[in-house]
């Protein structure tokens, strides 16, 4: 989980380094479903920036309805390298049925 600053970029590093991400590597960052998914791209025109953060363009925080201090929960894929930042209300959603039959006592 990491939190999600006013000018887009996510605090945590940890994930863009278990990547191999360094400082200007060049991404592609999309919303797919509601969900953030980056990966590396050659004429892409988002980067690491300076520091080794993540920065998440507006268009995508506004299509997620992100805004300052939201948290969102990373995953990475080391293999094709594409990380994934699911907002919580998407997670709320998905999880939704789940809850759902966990408080009823029906088995998920």
Known sequence: MSAVD???RVAD?????????GP??????REQAG???A??????VHCIGDRGHLHLPLAVRRWCRLTAG??????ADPA???LVAH??????RLLADVHAAVAGGEAA
């Open 6 to 8: 006013k000018s887009g």
């Open 13 to 21: 590093r940890s994930i863009v380094r278990v990547l191999g991400w």
């Open 24 to 29: 200007g590597t060049r991404l592609d960052i």
């Open 35 to 37: 969900i953030i998914v």
């Open 39 to 44: 990966r590396t791209a050659v004429d892409a």
């Open 70 to 75: 939201d948290r969102v929960l990373l995953a």
């Open 80 to 82: 094709p390298g594409v």
């Open 87 to 92: 907002p919580l209300a998407v997670l709320d």
